[in-house]
């Protein structure tokens, strides 16, 4: 039954996402087509080199976006291992460290003894990755990116972005900035593959759709809370793999998730 639901739930995401390929790849070969035609009327050298210059940006921007339509694919995918998520957590600040600008402050709060969870190491560092790249954009003139980590007790079920989470233990992974935040026009949108606020070239609009698409198959949740001109925080929950012990530390409680 898990598996039924974890296969439908992949194929709509798939539908989704057709229909962005679909409109993406018209934007791609639209100025590449153009430029073509201005090509064949006859330009000068002068001129050719700009048509040049544009087919190129074009092609890729095509390449950017197969590549990041094979990564959303094989997202619902992958291995099945016992991952450490301290390593996790500590493998993505030592990421933020080396992209943040000096203009933003890391502010963590890690929970040094959490459980593991199941499944693939390397996607579940692309989501936060992700998260990380998304808080770095928000923020063009500095500001601060806390992320947090700790272990929650969802009690009853659980509506998230897109989906129900289970009862049950999880690993919470934070990462909150003080950016520029979205409106929720914005918020409805930005888990639809494709959808981007950033100049082309910049984004893809599929970091979210892929993370989201990760997490899913992982029997997580995801969670966001964004305020216009103050910041966003998106919350990660992977399910913890081991059976819930007797002498499980005092977990927090699912109001971690509401707005602070
Ligand atoms: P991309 O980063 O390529 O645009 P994503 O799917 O990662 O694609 O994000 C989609 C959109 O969600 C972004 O273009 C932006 O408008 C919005 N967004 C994501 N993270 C944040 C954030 N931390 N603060 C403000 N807006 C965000």
Redesign the pocket.
């Known amino acids: 039954a898990q598996e039924a639901r974890l296969r439908a739930q992949r194929m709509e995401s798939l539908g989704t996402l057709t229909g962005g390929i679909a409109h993406d790849l018209n934007n791609v070969l639209t100025p590449i087509l153009m430029s073509v035609q201005l090509l064949e009327q006859g330009e000068d050298d002068a001129g050719r080199r700009e048509i040049l210059k544009t087919m190129e940006g074009a092609v890729k921007r095509g390449a950017d976006m197969i590549r990041q339509v094979l990564s959303f694919a094989r997202g619902v995918e992958g291995r099945r291992v016992e991952v450490d998520v301290v390593r996790l957590v500590d493998d993505v600040v030592a990421y933020a460290q080396d992209v943040l600008p000096e203009s933003v402050h890391l502010d963590l709060v890690l929970d040094t003894s959490l459980p593991a969870t199941s499944g693939d190491p390397t996607q579940l560092l692309q989501i936060l990755v ?2 990380v ?3 770095r ?2 923020m063009p003139s500095g500001g601060t990116l806390r992320i947090r980590s700790s272990e929650l007790v969802l009690e009853d079920t659980y509506s998230s972005v897109s989906h129900l989470a289970m009862p049950g233990r999880y690993v919470a992974i934070d990462v909150e ?1 003080s ?4 409106s929720p026009e ?1 918020a409805e949108k ?1 888990f639809e593959p494709f ?4 100049d082309i070239g910049k ?7 892929t993370s989201l698409a990760i997490v899913r198959s992982h029997g997580g949740f995801m969670q966001v809370y ?1 305020e216009l001109g103050r910041g ?1 925080r ?1 919350t990660v929950g992977l399910p913890v793999s081991s059976s819930p012990r007797a002498d499980s530390p005092a977990a927090a409680r699912p109001e971690a998730l509401l707005p602070r």
């Open positions: 992700n998260l790249t998304n808080a954009d928000a900035d950016g520029h935040g979205m914005v930005i959808f981007t606020t950033k984004g893809t609009g599929l970091g979210l759709a964004s966003t998106f």
